[in-house]
Nanobody, 120 residues
Framework: QVQLVESGGGLVQPGGSLRLSCAAS????????MGWYRQAPGKERELVAV???????NYAASVKGRFTISRDNAKNTVYLQMNSLKPEDTAVYYC??????????????WGQGTQVTVSS
């Protein structure tokens, strides 16, 4: 059974940084395009970053230049380094399958997500 476990969220001031992690189990992690999604209160879920099995990345315009996605296939883990955080980055962040062109992928079961709050 596929399990995705996100961690690393928290409360941070504007301009600060956080590093999110997502550990996957129950899948051959290395073959999948993985992405980080986020959902703010009252808004639809959006895909903000993707990484292919070979490490090619793609970002939404709203986070490009500030967020960096990476993966460690040996640890079945995908990361999201978030710098220069803004209040509008506040959301619950999830990882899941994605497409390399920043479209939603056929999703595995969603994890619980990790809350990121950017506020002074």
């Amino acid at each position: 059974q596929v399990q995705l476990v996100e961690s690393g969220g928290g409360l941070v001031q504007p301009g600060g940084s956080l590093r999110l992690s997502c550990a996957a189990s129950g899948i051959i992690f290395s073959i999948f395009v993985m992405g980080w999604y986020r959902q703010a209160p009252g808004k639809e879920r959006e895909l903000v970053a993707v990484i292919t099995s070979g490490g090619v990345t793609n970002y939404a315009a709203s986070v490009k230049g500030r967020f960096t996605i990476s993966r460690d296939n040996a640890k079945n883990t995908v990361y999201l380094q978030m710098n220069s955080l803004k209040p509008e980055d506040t959301a619950v962040y999830y990882c899941n399958r994605a497409r390399a062109n920043l479209e939603f992928g056929p999703a595995f079961s969603w994890g619980q997500g990790t809350q990121v709050t950017v506020s002074s």
